[in-house]
């Protein structure tokens, strides 16, 4: 068991603000040489490991709907992607991820748990997504991980007088570790098989040297012999789930042009807390259209398909009083922007479905639940309790929501033209959208 000291990641993220390691986007980042300076310019993948040896990948970003959207690098190549009728978004949350393993599994047992076309996991949602979108045989596995690992599993705190002179507070060793040990040969010869099927499993780190998310296909990189492609994937994964500041950032060596250069990555949350790429909604619209022929005025969303989405976590932090100190101030804030960051991908997703004709479907863990005390508390018990109360709300079906919790900022609450308020009773809730 480990007895080091607990780092909530508000606390380090507040300290980190408090001493100014938060850059903008002039900011100098120091790395060791030789070092190339980022690319600026979208770079698409040179190679199709699905596809014919030494063909390059007929991979363009298009404006369809006025905005750049990325097209899948195999939509019309060796493996192309089939229609996504049900979709899959796992979003981060550390610790609390072992409700969204437990969800999955409660989900299988309820016999609604469709075929994944498309898998998207983020920080803790990217380990969980591998198993999700190999099926339900893997369940137990996701069952073992989320209720037996320790922090001493996934993280080692340095020696405080170093970590002013290193990258993070803690080592990822330990996690590395783990993941090497679950992402076998194996598994990604699956994964591979999947893909081959026109699956697809994508996963998001944020480039540092960037500030932006990247997407990665893992199953195009399963695709890859190992021990490249192996070690690859296990890389995203790790990168996915290295907190800033806790974890060390995952270096990427890449190739441009036929230029070698290095990139820094880091956990996926930074960028989005979920998401699924754009042209996958723009592929369910298509199929739906195609299915269909023209759309009559008055029903422009046809059912297309499903949009699941799996938080791992609350959506909205619990209240308590906060003392008025620099730093539990800092640390409150820090906590309410990513809640509300949360909340605005889930909006933002709405739309979208909504546009593509996709059902939208949300599950999140119940505010009245006791939390456990960060997102990086790796106790056994909690997530035990965790895993537990997501396997409940899977089975019993009731725990989607037809919507997202919010449209808007504000929304949930009444406007305010003073300071004299009265208690009411809560609204009935609306009947879902069809």
């Known amino acids: 068991m480990f007895h080091g000291p607990r780092l909530p990641v508000s606390l380090v993220v507040s300290a980190l603000i408090a001493l100014g390691a938060v850059p903008g986007c002039h900011a100098s980042v120091g790395r060791l040489v030789p070092f ?185 990189i399963a695709c890859r012999a190992c021990p490249e492609g192996c070690n690859l994937f296990r890389d995203v994964l790790l990168a996915s789930c290295s907190v800033p500041g806790m974890l060390p950032p995952v270096r990427f060596n890449i190739e441009v042009d036929g230029k070698k250069s290095t990139e820094l990555h880091a956990d996926g949350g930074v960028s989005a807390q979920v998401f699924v790429p754009s042209h996958v909604f723009a592929a369910a619209a298509r199929g739906a259209v195609s299915e269909r022929g023209v759309l009559p005025e008055n029903d422009p969303m046809p059912a297309a398909g499903n949009l699941y989405i799996v938080v791992a976590g609350k959506l909205y932090p619990d209240c308590a009083p906060v003392r008025a100190r620099v730093l539990p101030v800092l640390g409150v804030t820090t906590g309410t922007i990513l809640y509300a960051y949360c909340r605005a991908e889930l909006a ?30 790796f106790d056994q018990k909690q997530m035990t ?22 449209l808007s900022p504000g929304d949930g609450d009444y406007i305010r033209t003073g300071v004299k308020l009265r208690t009411v009773p809560l609204p009935v809730p609306l009947p879902a959208m069809p």
């Open 36 to 220: 190339t300076p980022p690319h600026a310019q979208p770079l698409a993948p040179a190679d199709d490991p699905c596809g014919l040896p030494g063909v390059v990948p007929n991979t363009v970003l298009s404006p369809p709907t006025g905005c750049l959207a990325p097209f899948d690098a195999a939509h019309a190549e060796g493996c192309p992607m089939r229609r996504p009728r049900n979709i899959l978004a796992l979003s981060g949350g550390g610790a609390y991820g072992a409700f969204a393993a437990g969800f999955v599994e409660g989900w299988t047992t309820s016999g609604t748990r469709p075929e994944l076309d498309v898998v998207t996991g983020i920080s803790t949602g990217s380990l969980i997504a591998p198993f999700v979108f190999l099926g339900p045989d893997h369940d137990a596995r996701l069952g073992q991980l989320y209720t037996r690992v320790q922090a001493a599993d996934i993280f080692s705190v340095r020696t405080w007088v170093t970590i002013p002179f290193r990258d993070s507070f803690a080592t990822s060793a330990p996690l590395k570790k783990l993941i090497e040990s679950q992402i076998t040969p194996d598994l990604m010869d699956r994964i591979a098989a999947e893909h081959r099927k026109g699956r697809r499993l994508y996963v998001g780190t944020t480039n540092l040297d960037t500030r932006r998310l990247v997407v990665w296909d893992m199953g195009a």
């Open 385 to 406: 309790k965790l895993f537990a109360e997501g396997r409940r709300g899977g089975s019993t079906g009731t725990a989607w929501m037809p919507g997202p919790p919010t």
């Open 348 to 377: 933002n997703l709405y739309g979208l479905a909504r546009a593509s004709g996709l059902k939208y479907h949300l599950a999140a863990l119940r505010l009245g639940f006791p939390t456990v005390e960060s997102s990086v508390d």
